[in-house]
Every structure is written in structure tokens, then in C-alpha cells.
């Protein structure tokens, strides 16, 4: 008689594709039926206190979670849309136990994933894994932004967490780029083709 595989759906989501420094965050999360967590939502429509009062909850009741992180060399080197899909097969890879099924939010699915996929636009405001995949790397993300704001202090990573706002252009304009500045994206990589004119 054949033993019927259990079932275990991995939420995935990102956090970071878009900023211009700092890594892109990727979390996948199996959840457990037998332990709900309430007011799992798309983490963008989530304040920052609803975040981290989830986040413990998510990573104790969780039957797997795992959180990768891509840094920018690595950003750099293959392209954010590329990294992000690296991230979401290594989160995915790396759950123990492993998941039978990942649900991606998004229109892309990853190549090379240890299971079955399922692309859900959307899916992290319709899925409580992915939702609860994207409140991890949200969390991880923004603690990491705060940690790096002490050693790369002037650029105002703790507020802005690397996003392109008009505080944190100013800063690029002043300071130059840092190490955590991805030198592929547009405003810092015209920055740095301005300095090698002079």
C-alpha cells in the first residue's frame, strides 16, 4: 500500500528587488494548519509594528521557513530579476522539511525549484504563506538596513531602507556610493560614470 506524501505548501515573496543599496531578501514559509497565525497580510499594508509582532509568531508556529539573501556583487553581476529567482530556488531549497508544492508571488516562476511551482499575482495580499514568506523578508531586510545605517552612516539607510526617495539621492550625490550601493542600477551607475570623467 503506497504511503500518501503530506502536503506542504511554501509560501515565497521578496523584499528588495527595488531600492538602489542593500540586498534583495527572499523568505519561503511552510505553514501548519494545526497552529493559524492572525493578521497575515501582503506585509506592505502592514505597519512596521504589525511586522515584528508577527514575525516571531511566523517563525515559531512555521512548520520550515528560510530566509536567503542576495547581496549586490551578486545583484550586479547577474541582474536583480535573475538574483531574486536565484533566492527564491535557494529559499525554496533550503526549507526542512522540504516543501511538495511552492507558491511564487509574482508572474515568474524560477528555474530550477525543487518541487512543483505556482506563480499567484497578487499572492501575497490571497495567500497567508506567501504573505507570511513576504512579512519575513520584509522584517529581515529592514533590520539589516537599520544595522547598516550605523557602519554607512550619512546615506539614511534606517529610514529610507536604500529606496531611491529624495533624501537618499541627495546623500548618493554628496557621499558618493557605498559598498552596499548597486552599482548596476541607473542613479548610482551614472554617478560613477560622471566620476570617471574627471
Given at each position: 500500500?503506497?504511503?500518501?506524501?503530506?502536503?506542504?505548501?511554501?509560501?515565497?515573496?521578496?523584499?528588495?528587488?527595488?531600492?538602489?543599496?542593500?540586498?534583495?531578501?527572499i523568505?519561503?514559509?511552510?505553514?501548519?494548519?494545526?497552529?493559524?497565525?492572525?493578521?497575515?497580510?501582503?506585509?506592505?499594508?502592514?505597519?512596521?509594528?504589525?511586522?515584528?509582532?508577527?514575525?516571531?509568531?511566523?517563525?515559531?508556529?512555521a512548520?520550515?521557513?528560510?530566509?536567503?539573501?542576495?547581496?549586490?556583487?551578486?545583484i550586479?553581476?547577474?541582474?536583480?530579476?535573475?538574483?531574486?529567482?536565484?533566492?527564491?530556488?535557494?529559499?525554496?531549497?533550503?526549507?526542512?522539511?522540504?516543501?511538495?508544492?511552492?507558491?511564487?508571488?509574482?508572474?515568474?516562476?524560477?528555474?530550477?525549484?525543487?518541487?512543483?511551482?505556482?506563480?499567484?499575482?497578487?499572492?501575497?495580499?490571497l495567500?497567508?504563506?506567501?504573505?507570511?514568506?513576504?512579512?519575513?523578508?520584509?522584517?529581515?531586510?529592514?533590520?539589516?538596513?537599520?544595522?547598516?545605517?550605523?557602519?554607512h552612516?550619512?546615506?539614511?539607510?534606517?529610514?529610507?531602507?536604500?529606496y531611491?526617495?529624495?533624501?537618499?539621492?541627495?546623500?548618493?550625490?554628496?557621499?558618493?556610493?557605498?559598498?552596499?550601493?548597486?552599482?548596476?542600477?541607473?542613479?548610482?551607475?551614472?554617478?560613477?560614470?560622471?566620476?570617471?570623467?574627471?
Open positions: 500500500m503506497r504511503i500518501k506524501q503530506r502536503v506542504l505548501v511554501a509560501g515565497v515573496d521578496e523584499a528588495g528587488r527595488g531600492p538602489l543599496a542593500g540586498p534583495v531578501v523568505a519561503a514559509v511552510v505553514l501548519d494548519p494545526q497552529r493559524p497565525i492572525d493578521g497575515l497580510d501582503d506585509s506592505k499594508k502592514l505597519s512596521e509594528t504589525k511586522r515584528e509582532a508577527l514575525y516571531p509568531l511566523i517563525v515559531e508556529r512548520l520550515a521557513h528560510c530566509i536567503v539573501m542576495i547581496d549586490t556583487d551578486e550586479d553581476r547577474i541582474n536583480i530579476f535573475q538574483a531574486t529567482m536565484l533566492g527564491m530556488t535557494r529559499a525554496v531549497t533550503g526549507l526542512a522539511p522540504a516543501a511538495t508544492e511552492a507558491w511564487i508571488d509574482g508572474n515568474h516562476l524560477p528555474k530550477n525549484l525543487p518541487c512543483p511551482g505556482r506563480a499567484i499575482v497578487g499572492g501575497d495580499a495567500e497567508p504563506a506567501i504573505s507570511a514568506a513576504s512579512i519575513l523578508a520584509k522584517v529581515s531586510r529592514d533590520r539589516l538596513m537599520v544595522a547598516m545605517d550605523r557602519q552612516p550619512g546615506y539614511g539607510f534606517a529610514a529610507h531602507k536604500g531611491s526617495t529624495p533624501e537618499h539621492l541627495c546623500a548618493l550625490q554628496r557621499l558618493g556610493p557605498c559598498s552596499l550601493h548597486r552599482r548596476s542600477f541607473a542613479p548610482v551607475r551614472i554617478l560613477l560614470d560622471q566620476g570617471q570623467l574627471f
